[in-house]
C-alpha cells in the first residue's frame, strides 16, 4: 500500500524551530491540515503553504486535536478562508463562543497573550463539524479516525491516518534526534488515571508511526508510548513526593523546575534543546495542573 505524503510544517513559535508543528496532507482537490497553530504564527503557517505551492484559501479542511491556544488559535481565521473545521464534541462550544477561553488564558499569560497567541477568532457556525469518537472522516479518498483521548484534557483527539497516530499532547512533548521526552500537564483538566487510559488505546491501535504536535514524525511507537508511560508514571510519582509538605503553587513550580533541570541534564541535552522543549511545555503550567489535579482528585482522597 502506497502512503499518502504528510508534511511537517514548522510554524517557528517565538522564533524556534521544532515547537508547534502543523501537518499537511494532499490528495486531489482536498488540502487537510492536522492542526492551526496559534494565531501569531499564520506568517509561518502560510509560509509553510507557499512551499507547496499553496494559499490558506486552498485550504479545504482542518482537523484539531483540542482547543488549546497552541493547537487551535488559527481556526477561526482559517474556516473564514472557508476551512472546514473538525473538532471534539467537549471543545466546539468554545471554538463558536472562545470568550471564556481567551479570559482564563489571560489570566495566565496577561499582557504576553497578544505576543504569544496573536488573535483567537470564533470559528464561523457553518465550518464548525463536530467529530465524533472512533466515526470516520473521510474527505476525498482520505480517510480520519477520530480516537477519544483524554488525560491531558477533557476535549483531546488523536487522529490515525493511515499507519500514522496524530497524537496531539497525549502523545507527549518530543524533539527530533533526542531520546527525551516530556509530559504536558497544563490546568485544568489534567488526570493521570484518564491519560493512562488513553495510552492504552493508543497502543491498540497498533499504528507504525506517531507525531506529537510538539514535534515530529516517528516511526518507534513502541518505544515512544513505553516511554511516555514512564514520564507520566515518574510525574505522578514526583508529585506525590512534592505534595507531603503541602507546598503553595510557587514553590511547587521552582521545585518542578529543578527536578525536571535534572532528568535533561542526565540527558545530555545543551541549553538551546533544553529551551526548545521549555517553550514547546512551559513547567511552570504543568506545576499548575498537577496542584489542581492533586486538589481535585486525591487531597479528598
Given amino acids: 500500500m502506497t502512503m499518502t505524503n504528510v508534511v511537517t510544517m514548522d510554524l517557528h513559535f517565538q522564533n524556534r524551530t521544532h515547537a508547534i508543528a502543523s501537518y499537511l496532507i494532499r490528495s486531489g482537490d482536498a488540502v487537510v491540515l492536522v492542526e492551526s497553530g496559534p494565531g501569531s504564527t499564520l506568517s509561518a503557517l502560510e509560509a509553510g503553504l507557499a512551499k507547496e505551492g499553496l494559499s490558506t484559501r486552498d485550504v479545504t479542511h482542518l482537523l484539531l486535536s483540542h482547543i488549546h491556544l497552541d493547537h487551535a488559535g488559527a481556526a477561526g481565521w482559517l474556516s473564514r478562508q472557508g476551512a472546514q473545521v473538525y473538532v471534539h464534541p467537549v471543545g466546539a462550544p468554545h471554538m463558536l463562543n472562545p470568550e471564556k477561553l481567551i479570559a482564563s488564558a489571560s ?3 496577561g499582557d504576553r497573550m497578544d505576543s504569544l497567541w496573536g488573535e483567537f477568532l470564533p470559528v464561523s457556525p457553518d465550518k464548525l463539524v463536530v467529530a465524533q469518537d472512533a466515526e470516520e472522516i ?3 479518498n482520505l480517510h480520519f479516525l477520530p480516537v477519544n ?3 491531558h484534557a477533557e476535549h483531546h483527539y488523536c ?3 493511515e499507519d500514522l497516530c ?3 499532547d497525549v502523545g507527549g512533548v518530543r524533539m527530533p534526534g533526542y531520546p527525551y521526552m516530556r509530559v504536558p500537564m497544563p490546568p485544568p483538566e489534567l488526570h493521570f488515571g484518564k491519560w493512562r487510559e488513553s495510552i492504552a488505546r493508543m497502543r491498540e491501535l497498533n499504528c507504525k508511526r506517531v507525531a ?3 514535534f515530529g514524525i516517528y516511526d518507534d511507537v513502541d518505544w515512544h508510548l513505553k516511554e511516555l508511560q514512564g514520564n507520566l508514571d ?3 510519582a514526583w508529585l506525590e513526593g512534592a505534595m507531603k509538605n503541602d507546598p503553595p503553587v510557587e514553590t511547587l513550580r521552582a521545585e518542578l ?3 525536571m533541570e535534572e532528568q535533561t541534564r542526565l540527558q545530555g541535552l545543551s541549553e538551546e534543546v533544553i529551551q526548545a522543549y521549555t517553550v514547546a511545555n512551559p513547567v511552570g503550567m504543568s506545576a499548575d495542573g498537577m496542584l489542581r489535579y492533586w486538589k481535585k482528585f486525591r487531597a479528598a482522597g
Fill in 159 to 161: 487522529y490515525v491516518f
Fill in 138 to 140: 473521510i474527505i476525498g
Fill in 257 to 259: 523546575t529543578a527536578w
Fill in 234 to 236: 515518574a510525574n505522578e
Fill in 107 to 109: 489570566k495566565i499569560y
Fill in 149 to 151: 483521548t483524554p488525560g
Fill in 166 to 168: 496524530f497524537s496531539g
Fill in 212 to 214: 506529537p504536535t510538539h
